[in-house]
């Protein structure tokens, strides 16, 4: 009986840790050791109440790579996805120093970096004037 309750309870701890490894949008310099997911949340449906819902209709998903040193060219895998799962864009290839930009709508996203290097990402939201 015992057995069954630390598991059940550790599957809880468990749960909670997945749902809080999600990283928030916007993301400045974030590193990333395998894989990182961000979300952005600021609608009705967000899990923070606080957090206003955004006015915006179209706009981009801006995604940056970069380097801690001087050294080689490395490349991250970028998947942006709704929150809903209607729509998966990618896999994208985005070497360090580039940009990346993927327009969508007003629902919340998410965006999924890969990378077999450490590396550090800026993830964030624009308008379409750049902003």
């Known amino acids: 009986m015992k057995k069954l309750l630390y598991l059940t309870l550790f599957c809880f701890i468990a749960q909670i840790n997945i749902v809080l490894a999600e990283q928030p949008i916007p993301a400045k310099h974030f590193p990333i050791h395998h894989m990182a997911n ?36 490395v490349a991250v895998i970028v998947y942006v996805y709704s929150e809903d799962l209607q729509d998966i864009e ?8 580039d940009n990346l930009s993927v327009p969508i709508d007003d629902r919340d996203w998410g965006v999924v970096v890969i990378s077999d290097d450490h590396v550090y990402v800026d993830v964030w939201t624009s308008d379409s004037s750049g902003t």
């Open 90 to 97: 990618g896999p994208f290839t985005v070497d360090s120093g």
């Open 38 to 73: 961000f979300c952005e949340q600021n609608n009705g449906t967000s899990r923070n109440p606080f957090l206003v819902k955004s006015t915006k209709e179209k706009r981009d998903m801006e995604i940056q790579a970069s380097t801690a040193t001087s050294g080689p060219k």
